[in-house]
């Protein structure tokens, strides 16, 4: 199975601070990755698809970049809305994968 | 609208079985691979399953967690995703979710997603 490393686990930035996140492959997916906003006691948000294209209606605020093992996240200018917790999934084979999880608090 | 909306949801005894509905409405069922998703309490995202789409004649991918105990199903006469869950134990309660995946080259995500509904297995 190919595990999803994501880091940090735990973030805490303030408003209009460029944020990264990582997220690292244990093998090659090349850019079957995707990134997704949860907030509490709703559905996944799809962010980011195919390792950097932009989901319709999401902010250009966030980006996506990395193929192969190494993803990154990158909320340009965080705004009080953007907090929760972030997924990384790898769809390049099966299982489908997600990472642990980033939570991204607001200071 | 697209949407996917799911039901069925409820308390379990351990050992016990339940059938969970995804209905989808707004695009056309068929052409998209469906997917479940769990999340137990307090926890990060689980991938469940897949059900391929018409062209790849609904076939179906588990994880090993649940391989042998859930099985996915459609009826495309209802618009209808099905996930059938037996041998139920304690580790699958959870929120379960139902999300349509992306079509189109290069596409790799799941782009809608149902409000989810809770399974709690306990005696």
């Known amino acids: 199975d190919i595990q999803l490393t994501q880091s940090p686990s735990f973030l805490s930035a303030s408003v209009g601070d460029r944020v990264t996140i990582t997220c690292r492959a244990s093998?090659?997916?090349?850019?079957?990755l995707a990134w997704y906003q949860q907030k509490p006691g709703k559905a996944p948000k799809l962010l980011i698809y195919?390792?950097?294209t932009l989901q319709g209606g999401v902010p250009s605020r966030f980006s996506g970049s990395g193929s192969g093992t190494e993803f990154t996240l990158t909320i340009s200018s965080l705004q009080p809305e953007d907090f929760g917790t972030y997924y990384c999934?790898?769809?390049?084979?099966?299982?489908?994968?997600f990472g642990q999880g980033t939570r991204l608090e607001i200071k | 609208e697209m949407q996917v909306v799911e039901s069925g949801g409820g308390l379990v005894q351990p050992g016990g079985s339940l059938r969970l509905s995804c209905a989808a409405s707004?695009?056309?069922?068929?052409?998209?691979?469906m997917d479940w998703v769990r999340q137990a309490p307090g926890k990060g995202l689980e991938w469940v399953g897949r059900?391929?789409?018409?062209?790849?004649?609904?076939?179906?991918e588990y994880a090993a967690s649940v391989k042998g105990r859930f099985t996915i199903s459609r009826d495309v006469s209802k618009n209808s995703l099905y996930l059938h869950m037996n041998s139920l134990t304690t580790e699958d309660t959870a929120v379960y979710y139902c999300?349509?995946?992306?079509?189109?080259?290069?596409?790799?995500?799941?782009?809608?997603w149902g409000q989810g509904t809770v399974v709690t297995v306990s005696s």
């Open positions: 999300a349509r995946y992306l079509t189109g080259a290069g596409a790799a995500g799941l782009d809608i």
């Open positions: 707004g695009f056309t069922f068929s052409d998209h691979y």
């Open positions: 059900s391929r789409n018409k062209v790849n004649t609904y076939t179906t």
């Open positions: 093998q090659g997916i090349s850019s079957y």
């Open positions: 195919a390792a950097s």
């Open positions: 999934q790898q769809l390049n084979s099966y299982p489908i994968t």
